[in-house]
């Protein structure tokens, strides 16, 4: 699997409220993406906190991670994320989601899972975990709302969407960030010719 990463805080300030966490273990790829609620220093300490749980809990189910992450950040502002999960042996893309993280999938017709209302360490009501089928090649972000969710694959030719996942984040991140927030965006795909 070849990943694109854009991390960047809002400007003027020094560190950035979002994060992100990918793992690749027993075939299977878990990408993260976290968003702090606000900016600055408080909103970099709830997501790293997510992260440093994700770091120690990864192998749990997408359910299992958003309530242990929900307890750990309790004493923290607060924060979105977007757990995506590629089960490679399996073929499938599980998805969950707390806040405003986005979660995009091109695969043989568009999947676009849904993130719950709620902030972790906050309100958390209910974990909804959805099951979508995949396919090598099919073309997966996630990302924080300093990317406008205006962005849409249908925006960009075939070809683009062949392009490195680097390059595409790259572009998504170019043309769509918001400017008044911190803005991550996770891309990634599974090139046909790889294992
Ligand atoms: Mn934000």
Sequence with gaps: ???????????????????????????????????????????????????????????????????????????????????????????????????????????????????VNGILGYNLRKVKEEEFPYNPGDLIILHSDGISGKFDFNLFPPEFLGQHPQTIAERIAAEFCRERDDFTIVVARQDKMEN
């Excluded at 990943?3 to 690749?24: H, M, P, R, S, W």
Aim: proline letters at 1%.
């Design 1 to 115: 699997m070849r990943f694109g990463v854009i991390n960047e805080a809002l400007k003027g300030q020094t560190v950035c409220g979002d994060a992100y966490f990918i793992k690749e273990f027993e075939n299977k790829v878990l990408i993260a993406v976290i968003d702090g609620l606000g900016h600055g220093s408080d909103a970099a300490v709830a997501a790293n906190r997510a992260v440093e749980y994700l770091e120690s809990h990864y192998e749990k189910s997408l359910t299992e991670i958003i309530k242990g992450c929900h307890e750990e950040l309790k004493k923290t502002r607060g924060a979105a994320i977007g757990l995506a999960l590629i089960d490679l042996d399996r073929s499938v893309l599980r998805y969950a989601g707390v806040g405003n993280i986005e979660a995009r999938v091109r695969s043989r017709t568009t999947i676009r899972p849904v993130s």
